[in-house]
């Protein structure tokens, strides 16, 4: 189980009603469907030209904490790491490749 952790870098949650206008919202409504636990994480950017696309994701009923990197404002491609690193450009495949990695099976 993952609880959610202190970060040593600035990030500020992300709730359901936080929205980007872009498919990581459909991306987030369906993880948090699935998980109701689960809690999102974004960077916060610090100096001018930080990238603030990136989210942490992850929940009491999963084993890891997973990152996403999304284009600008929430948008594809997505950017899946974990153990590994993969990209996804759809919002089906992209909540496919994150549930793949909060919580695998061993």
């Not at 189980?1 to 992300?14: A, C, G, Y």
């Not at 909540?95 to 919580?103: F, G, M, N, P, T």
Request: charged residues 35%; aromatic residues 6%.
């Amino acid at each position: 189980m993952q609880h959610r952790p202190r970060f040593t870098f600035p990030t500020d949650d992300w709730s359901p009603n936080d929205r980007t206008g872009a498919p990581l919202d459909d991306v987030l409504d369906e993880l948090r469907r699935r998980h109701p636990d689960l809690w999102v994480e974004r960077l916060t950017a610090v100096r001018k030209g930080d990238d603030h696309n990136v989210y942490f994701i992850g929940g009491a009923d999963l084993r890891h904490i997973v990152q996403v990197d999304t284009d600008r404002d929430g948008r594809p491609p997505f950017i899946i790491e974990a153990d590994d690193r993969v990209s996804a450009s759809e919002p089906a495949e992209t909540v496919d490749a994150i549930e793949a990695r909060l919580s695998p099976s061993e």
